[in-house]
């Protein structure tokens, strides 16, 4: 492992076998969910239409790396690479281009960085034919130009949010490109995902069955009638850059040209197609290739792609032809049925799995309550103060003096134990060389540190290690006043077929934040309010539900802060303890079934100082 900085960029393998990034917004909401799910997160989802509403339909499974588009069942990989902070990426700078509908499309990654590197050098033009494209930037002009064609189209950057930024162990594998001139060196083995295979197979079918000939080195456009020669200017060709300079127009002062490190898989041949490069008549004629393709070469492609994807074990749906049925990647199913129909084969598609957020309708007569479990609600108001204790006298509960500190540091000031405590807010009344050490753990700390964390905090009467996190006390939060709803509907959750629904309905309005929130006197908001949650009626269900009865009435619940989700500061948000929300599927992972889920959020509930002994003294 190799211990770097480096921004990181999410992306997706398109039909070309190139990967393309998702924006920077998407890729901050992808670490966002996975910082928020912990050890968890790996076998997580993440739902892309929260950040982005064009995005609606497609959903990233973290486990096995793959975008599930759920209109059509479509899977394709993805990849989290990593960057130089000092490239493009790293300082917020998209270059695109213009397409046929007059909108801007941004290029791959590496032809991003290697524009950004040419214009930070104050090159007057750059050859991407060194990575495998046939087009020239001019950046004079703003234009991208294809040297065969001589076609031209505009190109423009701009500045977008910066890429995430990691800072840690970096697998070895993921090695650094030395610089630009790297990109002329010889490729390296071909990637052998079944994506890639398949890809690979596509292209090799159309070469053989006399379609566009062997691949060049870039996809090419065909020059309209008499159009212009581009002159290319002196020694224009695949030579490493070189000179000095600062970015020139609207653009940021940069420095190097950003090297990246691959997350997975190996650079796509050059002659793979690109959408980084503009669509032209090079599309059609890859078209045309398949077109060609007689009706037994057709069914043998969809055979042979078929056979690649379940080899690897990927999920399969039935697609019927003339000769019966045969199962293929879903990925590929949109694909495969517009070949196959181009051919006159029928094609029939499997349905997609579906959002099943909530039950079907129940009745009044049919909600139950929940045995064990005094009435069907509570609410919570605002905190009371307790009065009468101040932080000193707290901390004497659970602090014992240490009259001769050991020869360590107080993990809050980071200054030795035997000297006075470093903290420079406002000064408690203790003195500050007074050391205590907390009776159950055992940590050692400045009483004058452990006092000015009291009071930055909650001032509940709970304290807690913040080396351990051992609770001292009874820990509350800062969730605003709300009502909880817990009843049992008569359906089963998926993986829980022999028993009812406990279902639980928060509800929390907008309000004005207290002197416990993080800015108080202003208003904040409650997106998604009344919440359904689900829980199965078996015996641990019924234990989770009376815990989380003690975690709403010590308000730790919910909180007022900032959405992981969309961003939005100043609302409210989940707090430490997972709910499921889904009833009937698992698409973003806050449903069934989950055979760890209850035993997981026993855990998080213990984390907050909630386990089995505290539901006895709660209010009913």
């Known amino acids: 492992m190799l211990l770097a900085s480096a921004v990181v960029v999410w992306e997706w393998l398109n039909e070309h076998g190139r990967w393309r990034p998702y924006s920077p917004a998407v890729s901050h909401h992808i670490e966002a969910v996975i910082r928020a799910g912990g050890p968890r997160a790996g076998g997580g989802s993440v739902v892309l ?21 759920q209109d059509t069942g479509t899977l394709r990989p993805v990849r989290r690479s990593y960057y130089d902070p000092a490239s493009a990426p ?96 010889p ?57 000095t300079g600062t970015l020139r127009g609207p653009g940021r002062a940069a420095t190097s040209q950003g090297n990246r490190r691959q997350a997975a898989g190996a650079p796509a041949p050059a002659g793979s ?20 393709l007689n009706r037994t070469n057709l069914q043998r492609l969809a055979i042979a792609q078929s056979r690649v994807l379940i080899a690897s074990g990927v999920p399969t749906v039935p697609v019927k032809n003339l000769n019966g049925s045969s199962p293929v990647n879903p990925a590929l199913a949109g694909i495969t ?17 579906k959002l099943v957020l909530h039950p079907p309708p129940v009745s009044k007569s049919e909600i139950k309550s929940i045995p064990g479990v005094s009435n069907t609600s509570r609410k919570t108001t605002k905190k009371q103060a307790k009065k009468g204790k101040t932080p000193e006298e707290v901390l004497k509960k659970y602090l014992q003096k240490v009259r001769h500190p050991p020869d360590e540091d107080c993990t809050i000031c980071m200054e030795r134990l035997a000297a006075p405590s470093g903290y420079k807010g406002p000064q408690p009344t203790v003195k500050p060389d007074l050391v205590g050490k907390l009776s159950k753990c055992g940590h050692i700390y400045h009483l004058h540190c452990l006092v ?54 928060y509800n929390i309005p907008p309000g004005i934040q207290g002197p416990e929130h993080p800015n108080p006197g202003k208003s904040f908001t409650a997106r998604g309010f009344p919440r359904h949650c689900y829980l199965p009626d078996s015996e641990k269900g019924r234990k989770v539900l009376k815990l989380l009865l003690v ?27 997972h709910h499921k929300t889904e009833f009937g599927s698992n698409l973003t992972g806050h449903g069934y079934p989950d055979a760890n889920y209850l035993d997981n959020v026993l855990a998080e509930l213990a984390a907050q100082g909630i386990a089995e002994d505290s539901a006895g003294p709660e209010k009913d």
């Open 452 to 505: 000015a964390m009291y009071n930055n905090g909650n001032k509940d009467g709970s304290l807690q290690c913040p080396t351990c996190k051992t609770i001292y006390g009874v820990k509350t939060g800062t969730q605003p006043p709300g009502k909880m709803e817990y009843h049992l509907i008569p359906h089963s959750l998926p993986g829980h077929p022999d028993c009812k629904t406990i279902r639980i309905i």
């Open 187 to 243: 490729p390296g083995p071909p990637c052998s995902c079944p994506q890639c295979l398949l890809v690979m197979s596509v292209k090799a079918a159309a070469g053989a069955n006399g379609g566009a000939g062997p691949p060049g080195p870039a996809r090419k456009n065909v020059a309209p009638p008499g159009g212009p020669k581009l002159a290319l200017p002196p020694g224009a060709g695949p030579k490493p850059l070189d000179g």
């Open 337 to 353: 049925g517009i070949l196959m129909s181009a051919a006159g084969l029928p094609v029939c598609l499997t349905r997609p799995p």
């Open 551 to 577: 975690a709403w009435d010590r308000r730790l619940i919910f909180a007022v802060g900032t959405s992981s989700t969309t961003g939005e500061s100043d609302t409210v948000i989940w707090n430490e303890v």
């Open 90 to 185: 790293g300082k917020g700078v998209v270059w695109e281009w213009e397409n046929d509908n007059g909108s801007w499309t941004p290029y791959d990654m590496e032809v991003g960085i290697t524009i950004q590197h040419a214009y930070e050098k104050q090159h007057p033009w750059i050859d991407l034919t060194s990575i495998g494209f046939c087009y020239v930037i001019d950046f004079g002009a703003m234009s991208q130009i294809n040297r065969q064609t001589q076609r031209k189209r505009r190109i423009r950057h701009r500045l977008d949010l910066i890429y995430p930024v990691v800072t840690g162990a970096l697998p070895k594998a993921q090695s650094w490109p030395v610089g630009p001139a790297a990109a002329s060196s």
């Open 273 to 292: 197609a690109s959408p980084a490069s503009p669509p032209g008549a090079a599309s059609k004629s890859g078209r045309v290739a398949l077109a060609t």
């Open 49 to 69: 239409g929260q950040v982005d509403s064009r995005l609606s339909p497609y959903i990233i499974d973290l486990q096995s790396m793959h975008q599930f588009r």
